[in-house]
């Protein structure tokens, strides 16, 4: 099975800051990964597939990118809206596995 | 309006079964692969199983496989789990999924609960 090692497990920043989540796979996934964004008490909801393609109705804040097994969703500025768990997923090899997962909260 | 509501979930005891359902609307269910994600309490999400357009094609997570059972009638606009030999470790949040590779739609869950 394709390991996901997603990191931080929590991420603490302000209104307006650069995040970074990062997502480490045991293998390569070409460009087979989807992010998802999990709010408290909601079902998750997509926001990038196949790497950097942003879903509609995303807001473009939010962007994905891979160097060699090494995939980043990025949120250029932080906004209250985005508190949420943050889910990698990849999709080249079955099973299909996701990352444990990153909360984000406001500083 | 895509929507996914998912039903039959509950308590049940170690060993018994349940079958979940799943309604789809606001797309044409059978132009698209369907898949169940589990999420147990407090935890990350777990793919467990999905299904191709037709049916014919069907793929399981380890910790559920000769357990479980996926289908779906299209006629209904409806994809199913089947749950057997069920196990604490089942005990979770059930969604099903729009798609079978990446998950463009959610339904909200339905949870289900292995205690004696």
């Known amino acids: 099975d394709i390991q996901m090692t997603q990191s931080p497990s929590t991420l603490s920043a302000s209104v307006g800051d650069r995040v970074t989540i990062t997502c480490r796979a045991s293998q390569s996934l070409s460009t087979w990964l989807a992010w998802y964004q999990q709010k408290p008490g909601k079902a998750p909801t997509l926001l990038i597939y196949?790497?950097?393609g942003l879903e509609s109705g995303v807001p473009s804040r939010f962007s994905g990118s891979v160097s060699g097994t090494e995939f980043t969703l990025t949120i250029s500025s932080l906004q209250p809206d985005d508190v949420a768990t943050y889910y990698c997923h990849q999709y080249n090899n079955y099973p299909w596995t996701f990352g444990q997962g990153t909360r984000v909260e406001i500083k | 309006e895509v929507q996914l509501v998912e039903s039959g979930g509950g308590v049940v005891r170690p060993g018994g079964s349940l079958r979940l359902s799943c309604g789809a609307s606001g797309f044409i269910f059978d132009d698209y692969g369907m898949t169940w994600v589990r999420q147990a309490p407090g935890k990350g999400l777990e793919w467990v199983s999905d299904?191709?357009?037709?049916?014919?094609?069907?793929h399981y997570a380890d910790s559920v496989k000769g357990r479980f059972t996926i289908s779906r009638d299209n006629a209904k606009n409806s994809l199913y789990l089947e749950m057997n030999s069920l196990r604490a470790e089942d005990t979770a949040l059930y969604h099903c999924?729009?798609?079978?590779?990446?998950?463009?739609?959610w339904g909200q869950g339905i949870l289900v609960t292995v205690s004696s």
């Open positions: 299904i191709n357009w037709s049916g014919s094609n069907t």
């Open positions: 999924a729009k798609g079978q590779t990446y998950f463009s739609n």
């Open positions: 196949k790497t950097s």
